[in-house]
């Protein structure tokens, strides 16, 4: 016992306090996300009495709306600095959950989800600017998966609660996340420090609008937008976890809600168990092929669930995928970090969580419904299959043409013309 508390106060020890600051604002907010979350589609679907085709195009308008907001806060957030756009974040997104759960109406679900999408994404690229911005390149890997941990620590309780929930109150669930959303924007407002770089020496400040121009740089950085380009399939493949997975488990299966929320529990178990210990003997290995090798396990659990029939299968699958997210999540962050230069730090993650991440959850539960309500359901998991063995490639050519920016850089990279 002795020996394991030496342990942790040696890792607590190798990271600075406002690191842990925000591993513990991540933990309370992530809580109240989880809860809701994991329900979102079992809450519409029930609610409106609609189809998953109807809770596709919700989450179109919500990543549709989201992106332009993402893209403005990471702007705002290289422009202004981390602090001031996590708290406004964090405000938005108590307001507007509050507003879901009391709107009567689909068409004014549909509304509050337009404007909620370009309030409450504003703060994610302020809140990754932070981690790469208080950690040196080496310990970022193993940083994103002490939030990781911590994420999913908060994702071991939230949908066993939340279910607990659900089942007598959605109103409750959504006000409840209303609530913790509130308590972490007063925990960050009392204690993080703005960790936004200064300028250096004789630096002009850019305008706003020069900011903004600035997404150009990204846009260029050829080799980024590749490795963005086997995210977004990889991202295709794992969006279904929490989008379309429990659905179809209840629809084709009969497993209820809780049903649903103990598979998802035991993802975020082995992720609180294991993801410190895997991240810590993968960190020295080449980066890209870890994202192959976590993507191919996503393509092979995701596809165990068109072939398999029973609960225990259901689980077994679940453990394939996290395996998997345990190698992906840390260091595809930790990647984007490498990409950019310091001062571009907010907009490079707001283009990561735009295009990679974005996208996906924009058109894929619209996807995912078409196949599910109009074809078989399995073909959805065949489709996982597939499209994960393409990231797979993605990722395989990048080790072979991807060579990590260093500290002193400023500008990416760009692909040369062809002659």
């Not at 939340?162 to 109103?171: C, D, F, K, N």
């Not at 509130?182 to 305008?207: C, D, F, Q, R």
């Not at 976590?294 to 659990?301: E, M, N």
Request: hydrophobic letters at 50%.
């Amino acid at each position: 016992m002795n020996k394991l508390a030496s342990k942790w106060r040696s890792t607590y020890n190798e990271f600075p306090r406002t690191f842990w600051i925000v591993v513990t604002t991540t933990f309370i907010d992530r809580l109240g996300g989880s809860m809701l979350f994991p329900f979102f589609a079992f809450y519409i679907t029930k609610r409106f009495n609609v189809g998953l085709s109807e809770v596709g195009v919700l989450f179109l308008i919500f990543s549709i709306t989201s992106f332009i907001g993402s893209l403005s806060g990471g702007a705002l957030t290289d422009r202004f600095g981390r602090r001031k756009m996590i708290i406004f974040s964090l405000v938005a997104s108590s307001l507007s959950t509050a507003a879901m759960g009391l709107v009567n109406t689909l068409e004014g679900f549909f509304i509050i989800g337009f404007v909620s999408g370009l309030f409450t994404d504003v703060g994610g690229p302020a809140q990754q600017a932070i981690i790469a911005d208080v950690l040196p390149e080496e310990k970022r890997a193993e940083g994103f998966g002490i939030i990781r941990v911590t994420f999913n620590l908060a994702v071991v309780f939230g949908p066993i609660i939340g279910g607990l929930v659900a089942a007598r109150s959605y109103l409750a669930l959504f006000l409840i996340d209303a609530v913790i959303s509130i308590i972490s924007a007063i925990i960050v407002y009392l204690t993080i420090p703005e960790t936004k770089p200064a300028p250096h020496e004789h630096e002009v400040p850019e305008t706003f609008g020069q900011t903004l121009l600035g997404y150009g740089k990204v846009f260029r950085d050829g080799i980024f937008m590749m490795f963005i380009f086997a995210s977004m399939l990889s991202a295709f493949v794992y969006m279904n976890m929490n989008v379309t997975l429990g659905v179809f488990l209840r629809d084709t299966y009969g497993i209820p809600e809780d049903g649903y929320a103990y598979i998802l529990s035991i993802n975020a178990a082995m992720v609180v168990l294991f993801q410190f210990w895997i991240t810590r003997r993968i960190e020295k290995r080449p980066p890209m092929l870890v994202m192959a090798l976590g993507t191919l396990l996503y393509a092979v659990g995701f596809a165990m669930y068109g072939f398999v029939g029973t609960y225990g299968m259901f689980i077994l699958a679940m453990v394939v995928i996290t395996v998997g997210e345990m190698l992906v999540a840390p260091v595809g962050q930790a990647l984007v970090a490498s990409f950019a230069p310091e001062q571009m730090r907010g907009r490079y993650n707001a283009i990561f969580g735009n295009l990679a991440w974005g996208i996906p959850f924009a058109i894929g539960p619209w996807l995912a419904g078409l196949i599910v309500d109009n074809i078989d359901p399995n073909w959805l998991w065949y489709a996982c299959g597939i499209v994960g063995m393409l990231s797979v490639l993605g990722y395989l050519i990048l080790h072979r043409i991807h060579q990590p920016v260093t500290e002193t850089e400023t500008m990416p990279t760009e692909i040369p013309s062809p002659a």
